[in-house]
């Protein structure tokens, strides 16, 4: 049977001034799937992500969530509607403890967005509490609960971040660059946990150590002026001598 379509991505284009950085991107993501975004530096990952989540609106061209048209829908819809998102810097409350951040999260997620945060009105909403205590259990942090944010290490705030975002139920999470600027048993567990989200949750992930998201992802798109250069599995995207060209071009060979 055909994977459901989530998202389809019908000639979208976006200029800044006279720059264009993306000139047509046309792609369809099939519910569950794992799309590897890479491309060198400056290609437009970033801003291309930014189309994808009302950050940006493109200059041209369409996107459709379930078949929804969805070029113009602010981001705060986008998120109500299972697009989540998380940033190449720390998004999260730092003053707050972690514990807090998923509440928060969680709290909005229930509906109960309206009520002014404050840890002890949050007591009153039990069911908030064993969630939040669950998936900090499932992802190894319950040791981290009560800890403020800005007082955990760069590579737990990304960990978190990506908890939170997970936290949420998305039906499409979109990480940029997960990984960047992690030691290498920070990155080891941000792959474990990657490779442990629920199947039917679609990942797009841009990341640029090649290695990751060789493993990660079930398809790769290689973003190169402004364009989809190549697109296809993993393996057949490895051996392309396009993209060997681009990175041997920056430095650094397609190789995992
Ligand atoms: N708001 C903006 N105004 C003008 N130029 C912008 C804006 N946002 C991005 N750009 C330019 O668009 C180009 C693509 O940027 P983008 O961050 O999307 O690339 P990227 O592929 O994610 O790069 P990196 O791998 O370095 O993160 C860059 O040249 C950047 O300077």
């Given amino acids: 049977m055909d994977q459901e379509t989530i998202l389809t991505i019908s000639g979208v284009g ?7 950085i993306l000139k047509d991107i046309s792609l369809e993501i099939k519910k569950g799937e794992r799309i590897g975004i890479i491309g060198p530096n ?19 061209g369409e996107i459709f969530h379930y078949g929804t048209n ?18 190449q810097k720390n998004n999260l409350l730092n003053e707050l403890s972690v514990l807090d ?11 109960f967005g309206r009520i002014w945060f404050k840890s002890r009105s949050t007591k ?8 939040a205590n669950e998936l900090l259990e499932t992802w190894g942090l319950s040791h981290r609960r009560d800890a403020i944010v800005k007082n ?3 590579g737990e705030q990304r960990q978190i971040e990506i908890l939170l975002g997970v936290a949420t139920d998305p039906s499409i999470l979109l990480l940029d660059e997960p990984t960047a600027g992690m030691s290498q048993s920070e990155t080891d567990y941000i ?49 392309d ?11 650094e060979e397609v190789e995992c």
């Avoid at 400056?42 to 041209?60: I, Y």
């Fill in 14 to 20: 976006k200029s800044f001034g006279g720059l264009h």
């Fill in 42 to 60: 400056g290609a437009g990952k970033t801003t291309f992500f930014n189309l994808l989540t009302g950050d940006l609106e493109p200059s041209h």
């Fill in 70 to 87: 969805i070029t113009k829908q602010p981001n705060y819809k986008r998120v109500r509607n299972g697009m989540v998102r998380t940033f």
């Fill in 101 to 111: 951040n998923l509440l928060l999260v969680l709290q909005r997620k229930e509906g």
């Fill in 124 to 131: 009153q909403y039990p069911s908030l509490y064993l969630k």
């Fill in 152 to 154: 955990l290490s760069y």
């Fill in 191 to 239: 792959v474990d946990l990657l490779y442990q989200l629920p199947k039917d949750l679609t990942l797009m992930i841009i990341e640029h150590d090649l290695e990751v998201v060789f493993g990660l992802a079930d398809r790769m798109v290689v973003l190169y002026d402004g364009g989809v250069l190549v697109e296809g599995e993993p393996e057949t995207v490895r051996k």
């Fill in 241 to 251: 001598e396009r993209v060997n060209k681009i990175y041997i071009g920056s430095g």
